[in-house]
């Protein structure tokens, strides 16, 4: 059984487009996350739900807007994608918001924008 | 700035030897610390973390690392590497004061060779 699973693996495509990436957890955790990886393998932070409601909100663009229909579930929608996109989209789960709790990470979703 | 550094890009090492992988941090209090992996293709794994207590803390499979204050050091070592330890290796940062944020350093490439 999956822990944290995330669609699509891969997904290429043109500029412009908007596209979402889906997480689903069923851990039972109650806090998700969202981290980019960019081609440096340099992963940061973006967003973090907690119970459905956002408790970190790093400096992104706001394209990008995660959406928490039910603690399982932590979706990132980017709108009107740009060359910069490119990266691998990871999505973490914990039991809680405190870094007490490990986070236990998707597969990632590699993005591609031509 | 605040920060988190991992000095080495990639390192090498032949089967059976020993390892060490460098991480210090630039914050002026003890932030949490972690180490993670990533195996290719994957999504990230928690190996150990140091919050408090014993400076020398044992991770799963096989890895410990030592926290010394004197040096911002959080150095991660395997006493005799495995072939499956090939990996990108991951340093992590939740500096004090922050809530729940969560730094990562730059990563270190492991190739073991046979």
């Known amino acids: 059984d999956t822990a944290v699973s995330q669609t699509p693996k891969y997904l290429v495509t043109q500029m412009g487009n908007d596209k979402s990436i889906k997480c689903e957890q069923n851990?039972?955790?109650?806090?998700m996350y969202w981290y980019k990886q960019d081609s440096k393998k340099f992963l940061k932070i973006m967003f973090s739900y907690n119970n459905k409601e956002l408790i970190i909100n790093e400096t992104v663009p706001n394209r990008f807007s995660p959406k928490s229909p039910d603690k399982a579930h932590l979706n990132l929608h980017i709108n009107s994608l740009e060359l910069g996109d490119s990266a691998v989209y990871f999505c973490?789960?914990?039991?809680?918001?405190?870094?007490?709790?490990?986070?236990?990470f998707g597969p990632g979703t590699r993005l591609t924008v031509l | 700035a605040q920060s988190v550094t991992q000095p080495d890009i990639h390192i090498t090492v032949s089967e059976g030897a020993s390892l060490e992988l460098r991480c210090n941090y630039s914050?002026?209090?003890?932030?949490?610390l972690f180490w993670y992996v990533q195996s290719p293709g994957q999504g990230l794994q928690l190996l150990l973390k140091y919050f408090s207590g014993d400076t020398l803390v044992q991770g799963i499979k096989g890895f410990e690392a030592e926290f010394k204050r004197s040096q911002s050091s959080f150095n991660l070592r395997k006493p005799s590497v495995h072939w499956s330890d090939a990996a990108e290796y991951f340093c992590?940062?939740?500096?004090?004061?922050?809530?729940?944020?969560?730094?990562f350093g730059t990563g270190t490439s492991l190739t073991v060779i046979p």
């Open positions: 914050y002026g209090a003890t932030p949490y």
């Open positions: 973490a789960s914990s039991q809680g918001p405190s870094r007490f709790n490990e986070q236990f």
């Open positions: 992590a940062v939740g500096p004090p004061n922050t809530g729940n944020q969560f730094y």
């Open positions: 851990l039972g955790h109650d806090t």
